[in-house]
């Protein structure tokens, strides 16, 4: 017994020592590596465990840990792990988070996000790297806090819906884009794998410097330039497939049958002439489901092909991009050819210059034919997309497909989509050149030209088309048949230009850090275009299918607008020991559109079978144009 007792006191003594060895007390203080301030509240915990402190109001902490590993972290440092082998004192140096020293692209400038006063979500080429979209739009989903973004329709290459400080009353209601420092009005022309990062201003004063364009928040899209190193080569591929995510449930013939006998019941008209033609037509066997007709298994593809590369005064991109995005509905589809091209070259030290040049050619079909779900809804099952009641061989069988549906007052929908030749051909040019001079230390002045022109031609054309029914049917009436041609034919060209001068200078002394900016900015907007519908072609053939084939015509109309801005803006952004933040911003526009009441310089005419008038509107009384206190002269 005596024998148990002495070892069981002895291991227990081993085991007391052991402990007491590993247990090491330790303390210290942990400072801003930066700033060498003590810090408070820095979070001290032993790795593995939940055993823990925080630092005092010195900067101090003290705790006792039995493993030879602690973590000390803090909001906007580093986490910093240290050995401990021993009992001691570990005085600890924290690192600031590169994330909050990260340079961020601003209105006119860039600017370290700890400096940053207003309401910025960056997005970085990383986070949208894998999103195979056709319209750059899409890449901002689920990607910043506040950003509402939905589809603004199920049309292959649609903008997305954004808004970013809910409904506004300036303007519309979409924000402003800014692409490498020019206003854009949309950016279905931008290949998105060109872009390299995306900012969203989304408070008012971040979005101030922009004046009233930018009350609906701003979203600044920085697109790719060549890197220093050695040339990169990249290739990216995409296909996929899509569906209709959600189908009508559509009536078969049984239930539909027995729907109109059940309606009709007590119809006298009905039972004596039509229930017998109806339960013909029935008996026929015929089940067309429309929405599965109207739908498709859709294939879309995505290549892009990018060279970078740069040397020591040299950066310079070249990308090629392909988008072929099929709709759910059948016809529509989205079609993109795009080309990028940016160069850098530093001519010194002191001078940089560049250019960007982007060309996109869209084509673009939807389902404007059919601008609800009506038609689908409301076509009956007795009817096949192609009617057997006419001969193949003959010469209306071709467009007997189109015909209206027999039992049912709508047209067929499948003709709906497929029978006009309907689409949107889109060419646009946009880009910029730049020079920027380095005048002294922290001053720097650039000069930049921004331009676009956006062409957009639409066409419609309706051929004419017939059919013969079996008079058991109900649906043989003319006014559910083209007995004669129709187009639409619009062509419209956009023309934008910007100069913008700038000055930026920034400096830090001691605890002071002083980032300002002056500017001045020229834009000339224009646009013109022409609308025509005429009728009664020659035939359903390509080849007749322009204006002076068309052997009757109702009208013919176009205008032309123009309008200028000129605009001075500053901003001032003072920080003083990394904590004191004050931000002066200041923008009027001097703007042609409105002059004592009056709009801009506009030309417009209309034409008409009856008689051609034109009309020339000039409201420009006055050389002298008033605006924001400003004059234009």
Known sequence: MSKHLLLFILILAVCTNVFAQQTKSISGVVYDSNTGEALIGVSVLEVGTTNGTITDFDGRYTLKVSSNKVSFSYVGFKTE???????????VNLVSDNKLDEVVVIGY?????????????????????NYAVSNASELLTGKAAGVFVAASSGQPGSDAVIRVRGLGTVNDNNPLYVVDGQFMDNI???????????????DA???????????????????????????????????GVKNSYKALNMMNSDQY?????????????????MKDKFTNQYQKGYNTNWWNEVTRTAFNQNYNLSIRKGTDNSRSSLSLGYVDDQGAIITTEFKRLSLKANLEYDINKFITVGANVNLAKIRKRDAGAIPSFDFIQKADPFTPVISPLVDPSSENYEYNKYAPTEWSYDPNPVAMLELPNRYNDIFNVFGNVFAQIKLYKGLSYRVQYSFERYHDTFKDFRPVYSSTFSEDNLANQESKYNKETQLNNNSAVTSNYQVEQRLNYNTIIGRHKLDAMVAMTYEKNSSEGINAFKRKALGNDE???ILDAQTAGDNTSGGKETSSMLSYLGRINYVYDDRYHHVGIRRPDGSMLYVNGMHQVTKTFNCETTGTYYVYVENMRSKEIRAAGYFIR
Do not use: H, W
């Open 188 to 202: 279905s022309s931008l290949n998105p794998s060109d872009i390299e990062r995306m900012e969203v201003l989304k």
């Open 81 to 91: 792990i240290v050995n401990v082998t021993n009992s001691g004192t570990y005085n």
């Open 543 to 545: 080849i007749y299918q």
């Open 257 to 273: 049958y027995n729907f109109i006998m059940k309606a009709y019941e007590n119809d006298a008209s009905f039972q004596n002439s």
């Open 109 to 129: 400038g860039t600017q370290r996000k700890s400096d940053l006063t207003g309401a910025l979500a960056s997005i970085s080429s990383k986070d949208i790297k």
């Open 205 to 239: 004063s971040a979005c101030a410097i922009y004046g009233s364009r930018g009350s609906n928040g701003v979203i600044l899209i920085t697109t790719k330039g060549g890197v220093k190193g050695e040339t990169t080569v990249t290739l990216d591929a995409y296909v």
